[in-house]
């Protein structure tokens, strides 16, 4: 099933981190990378005393259900580093991966939620996504070149990586 994942991480190297983690998915069992977007750095959601993230999105294709996408990717984040149980809700992070879309299904369950939740206001996913999927249509909101259209993108910045 093609699915869409969004990266990002302020902490410990993020360019490498995010890069580690466009990597990781790869390897995850049953799936592989389709198409990655580029690196984009941006100011942080809520506390402003911490790093600026750096973002990117991948879309993928993978046998995984929902659930074990969900599961895979928070074991991918421990590898990585990423110790949940201490951090604080939009606090800075070596890696963070979420699960934006998963085919056209809308998922609204314990613990997952599909299409993410903040995926209409979020200018670090939304022209990530643009770039490697404008015409994907985001269930019970629009597609991906729409809602780009009305989010403000001037405080991304693109960075090598």
């Not at 990002?8 to 998915?25: C, F, H, I, K, M």
């Not at 198409?35 to 046998?63: E, H, K, W």
């Not at 969900?70 to 580093?81: H, P, V, Y």
Request: glycine share 8%; hydrophobic share 40%; net charge negative.
């Amino acid at each position: 099933m093609p699915a869409c994942i969004g990266v990002g991480s302020n902490l410990d190297d993020p360019v490498a981190q995010v890069r580690a983690a466009l990597t990781g998915l790869g390897a995850l069992p049953g799936t592989r990378v389709q198409f990655m977007s580029g690196l984009y750095r941006n100011p942080p959601m809520g506390s402003p005393d911490q790093p600026d993230y750096v973002n990117a999105v991948a879309c993928i294709l993978t046998q995984l259900a929902p659930r074990d996408l969900l599961s895979a990717l928070q074991a991918l984040e421990r590898k990585l580093g990423r110790d949940r149980v201490a951090q604080v809700r939009w606090g800075p992070r070596c890696i963070d991966l979420d699960i934006l879309t998963y085919a056209c299904r809308s998922i609204d369950e314990e613990g997952l939620c599909i299409p993410h939740p903040g995926i209409s206001r979020r200018n670090f996913v939304l022209f990530p996504l643009l770039e490697i999927a404008p015409e994907l249509p985001i269930p019970g909101l629009d597609s991906v070149r729409r809602l780009a259209a009305d989010v403000d993108g001037s405080m991304l910045e693109r960075v090598a990586g």
